[in-house]
């Protein structure tokens, strides 16, 4: 791995949060090849400039344990079936980043033995210090937590110098933009402000976790994936949340 140069690169160890809505393909398949690629090359060319990246993906192009779409499922249930999903997309993002020629592991929350090991922070941090990327699925490994808890918590176990947010919406605002035209963007936000205001920037268990750790979180759109290189080379994208 080269090392990071400190005019190119603002951070060395980041935890990559993606959306899972936000890699689903316009015609309806819940991932687009294409994207994917797009994905991988940004963050084989952060990784060239000496970046380590553990990545957690969600799940909401296939499965939201809390958000059934009408379905009648016990909740534990339903989580642990949006966590299985999680596990698809990152199989998914895994192949293509080993394509993109950047060696890649899956560690699962819970154990899946057939079909990826089971994680391990230790063994985790040290693959990212060997250059590989880390993708952890099934969030916490609990039912009632999302995977932006799962973000959090991976971000401060891996000693993470920011987490990444990359989601369909470019930032944090103080009303859904996709309802009101009038809705203003925030480009610093506190911990503190976003539980006060309800701004659901993050979950509640998730903002205490960046809070009480002290950890930043730049919450930006995938849409275009150069914004992952445009962060973590130091511009201005999206929201920044800290204490």
């Not at 059934?68 to 895994?94: C, K, P, W």
């Not at 503190?192 to 659901?200: C, G, I, M, R, V």
Request: neutral net charge.
């Amino acid at each position: 791995m080269k090392d990071a140069d400190s005019k190119n690169v603002a951070y060395k160890r980041v935890l990559l949060k993606l959306s899972g809505e936000a890699l689903t393909a316009v015609d309806g398949k819940i991932l687009n090849g294409a994207f994917l690629e797009r994905i991988s090359a940004e963050i084989k060319k952060c990784a060239d400039m000496g970046v380590q990246f553990a990545i957690v993906i969600g799940a909401g192009n296939i499965w939201r344990g809390s958000r059934q779409g009408g379905l009648n499922i016990d909740r534990v249930r339903g989580d642990h079936m949006g966590m299985l999903a999680t596990v698809i997309n990152s199989l998914a993002m895994q192949d293509y980043l080993i394509k993109a020629g950047l060696k890649t592991r899956v560690m699962s929350a819970f154990e899946i033995s057939q079909v990826c090991e089971p994680y391990s922070q230790y063994k985790a941090m040290d693959a990212l210090a060997s250059g590989e990327a880390v993708i952890i699925p099934c969030g916490v490994g609990y039912p009632f937590f999302s995977t932006d808890t799962g973000m959090m918590l991976r971000a401060a176990e891996l000693s993470c110098e920011i987490a990444l947010s990359a989601r369909n919406v470019d930032g944090v605002y103080d009303k859904d933009p996709n309802k009101h035209t009038d809705a203003q963007k925030y480009d610093v936000l506190t911990y503190d402000e976003a539980l006060k205001q309800n701004l659901k920037a993050l979950d509640a268990a998730a903002v205490a976790v960046g809070r009480e750790n002290n950890i930043k979180t730049i919450v930006f759109a995938l849409e275009n994936p150069e914004n992952i290189t445009k962060v973590i080379t130091g511009d201005r994208v999206g929201t920044l949340l800290t204490n």
